[in-house]
């Protein structure tokens, strides 16, 4: 009888320290952004990839097609919010550092704005439902894949006649602004591209004189993934002004922040 009392519990207490393990696990992913990202990023996204033979932000813009308002772009935004929070985590800006480049976006009230970094277009299509009659939105998008995901996500929005989307590397484009798309200069820059091109795109951004004084430069990420060089450069130069707003990582739980950097000229 012990024998058999014995062999029973072996099995139970396995399961219970696997229950346990998948429970931590789940603690540190909410918690910890590195092992967020290689959940998110390496792991699921890739499993999810292969078994239904499509890109995540493929299965985004689906969705976006199926369940928001064509023509509504709070509609789009809230829609991708839903699906990053409750289906896949993706790098957009998200709903909570949203807010922050809402409200910087409505304080600049630019003219002319460049985004680095288009993904999907949530945060083009954020920007542009903000801007005024006749303001535009530049966004640059290196990855092709991504570009055509935000064409059709920019036109769904019904903001296409405020955003122009241009594709290739960030440091050939920068260069190209005021003579092939008539950039004098710009207010208002959000970066939320590849980290390490945050400090060398903002100094080819002075280098072409596309910042005047009072042009506000947004940066996104700067605690996590991290833009450390980035953060040292504006908060050293005498060039510019900063200001830090404390967040969280898209979605999750994990510590980021926004820097919003004013050029003084």
């Not at 058999?4 to 393990?21: R, Y």
């Not at 976006?105 to 460049?114: I, Q, R």
């Not at 908060?235 to 999750?252: A, I």
Request: aromatic share 10%; net charge negative; glycine share 4%.
């Amino acid at each position: 009888m012990g024998e058999m009392l014995e062999s029973s519990s072996a099995p139970l207490f396995i399961v219970f320290i696997l229950l346990f393990i998948l429970l931590l696990f789940v603690v540190l992913i909410r918690k910890n952004g590195t092992a967020a990202l290689i959940w998110n990023e390496i792991i699921r996204e890739k499993v999810t990839n292969f078994i239904m033979n499509q890109s995540k932000e493929q299965r985004i813009l689906n969705f976006v097609l199926q369940n928001a308002v064509r023509g509504d772009p709070r509609s789009v935004v809230d829609t991708i919010d839903k699906y990053c929070s409750q289906k896949e985590w993706a790098m957009n800006v998200g709903n909570e550092k949203g807010l922050i480049l809402d409200k910087t976006v409505e304080e600049v009230n630019p003219s002319v704005a460049l985004e680095l970094g288009s993904y999907c277009g949530y945060s083009a299509v954020r920007i542009a439902r903000l801007l005024k009659a006749g303001a535009r939105l530049l966004t640059v998008e290196f990855n092709p894949e991504f570009a055509a995901i935000a064409r059709q996500m920019i036109e769904f929005a019904g903001v296409q006649d405020k955003v122009k989307l241009l594709e290739g590397p960030s440091q050939e484009i920068i260069p190209q602004l005021k003579k092939k798309y008539e950039v004098d200069t710009l207010d208002f820059v959000f970066l939320d591209h590849w980290k390490d091109r945050y400090t060398p795109d903002t100094i080819l951004l002075q280098e072409c004189n596309l910042l005047r004084k009072g042009s506000v430069l947004l940066a996104d990420n700067v605690i996590f993934p991290g833009a450390p060089d980035f953060l040292t450069y504006v908060r050293k130069s005498p060039h510019f002004q900063c200001t830090n707003y404390p967040s969280h990582l898209e979605y999750m739980q994990v510590e980021d922040a926004m820097e919003k950097a004013v050029f003084l000229g």
